[in-house]
């Protein structure tokens, strides 16, 4: 998770069973201290750009694609696989 969220910009990363952390930064929000209208605008612009579901259907139709042609397991008839091919390879 510390990969994804940076504390303080787009969330907030507390230890776990820190009750200490939690109720200082829970206190900070309601005491107006913290931009939680900014941090959470940050969130989900960041979140909308990992996972883009066009992005993800492409890319694991891909992956797909890859494995079925590299097993040799690939049976779809020409033309549909080349509609797919082209999808797949100008809209990457």
Do not use: C, W
């Amino acid at each position: 998770m510390g990969t994804i969220v940076e504390h303080s910009q787009d969330g907030f990363l507390i230890r776990p069973a820190d009750v200490s952390e939690l109720s200082n930064l829970l206190l900070d929000i309601f005491a107006g201290q913290i931009p939680v209208d900014q941090i959470g605008d940050q969130a989900r612009q960041k979140v909308l750009s990992l996972f883009d579901p066009e992005k993800m259907v492409i890319e694991t139709l891909t992956a797909y694609y890859a494995i079925l042609k590299a097993t040799g397991r690939y049976k779809l008839p020409g033309t549909i696989m080349n509609r797919f091919s082209d999808f797949l390879f100008t809209n990457s």
